[in-house]
């Protein structure tokens, strides 16, 4: 079955860190870029972070620029997200999702992880 | 950053209504245009990308149009599981996403 599993989402005090994962199977998960995509309760769709397929090409939105790591391993076939210097405002539903060959749109989603920031 | 407003920001209608949702970009994007649906709780669905192209899967009731700046969703016989949010989404550069557009039940 295709599909995209998240874990390690949760409560967490300002200033922590937290490591999102996501388990994919069912497909060549070594052919596909993929993105981290979150929600902030009832707001819409913030892009987070991407990794190509081999790991090699990494971007960031600003607003998380220099705090969260994206990383790959895929003879595991998954694919992390590591979140430092955490703030209330990155209280969200983090999604993983993959994108479409390099194309930078989004034809598998996860059900997503919720990390809630919060003292 | 390019910039996407989608307007209306919900809207009410009927089963069997024509529904179109229009996405603005703050600058053009050629027909580097996603749209998404997404139900309450349920990740985003992957409905056009290209600015016109169904994905596989998707009814052909739904259609994407436009290019440049000004691009439209239109869900030509609204059915009741097409009550939902729906996004657009740029990727000419990097990616962003619309505010969402709430299509409920009149």
């Known amino acids: 079955q295709v599909q995209l599993v998240e874990s390690g989402g949760g409560l967490v005090k300002p200033g922590g860190s937290l490591r999102l994962s996501c388990a994919a199977s069912g497909f060549t998960f070594s052919d596909y870029y993929m993105s981290w995509i979150r929600q902030a309760p009832g707001k819409g769709l913030e892009w987070v972070s991407y990794i190509s397929s081999s790991g090699s090409t990494i971007y960031y939105a600003d607003s998380v620029k220099g705090r969260f790591t994206i990383s790959r391993d895929n003879a595991k076939n998954s694919l992390y997200l590591q979140m430092n210097s955490l703030r209330a405002e990155d209280t969200a539903v983090y999604y993983c999702?993959?994108?479409?060959?390099?194309?930078?749109?989004?034809?598998?989603w996860g059900r997503g992880t919720l990390v809630t920031v919060s003292s | 950053a390019i910039r996407i407003t989608q307007s209306p920001s919900s809207l009410s209608a009927s089963t069997g209504d024509r529904v179109t949702i229009t996405c603005r970009a703050s600058?053009?994007?050629?027909?580097?245009l996603a749209w998404y649906q997404q139900k309450p709780g349920k990740a985003p669905k992957l409905l056009i990308y290209?600015?016109?192209t169904l994905q596989s899967g998707v009814p052909s009731r739904f259609s994407g149009s436009g290019s440049g700046t000004d691009f439209t969703l239109t869900i030509s016989c609204l059915q009741s599981e097409d009550f939902a949010t729906y996004y657009c989404q740029q990727y000419y550069s990097f990616t962003t996403f619309g505010p969402g557009t709430k299509v409920d039940i009149k």
């Open positions: 290209a600015a016109s």
């Open positions: 999702a993959r994108d479409n060959l390099g194309n930078w749109y989004f034809d598998l």
């Open positions: 600058q053009g994007i050629s027909s580097y």
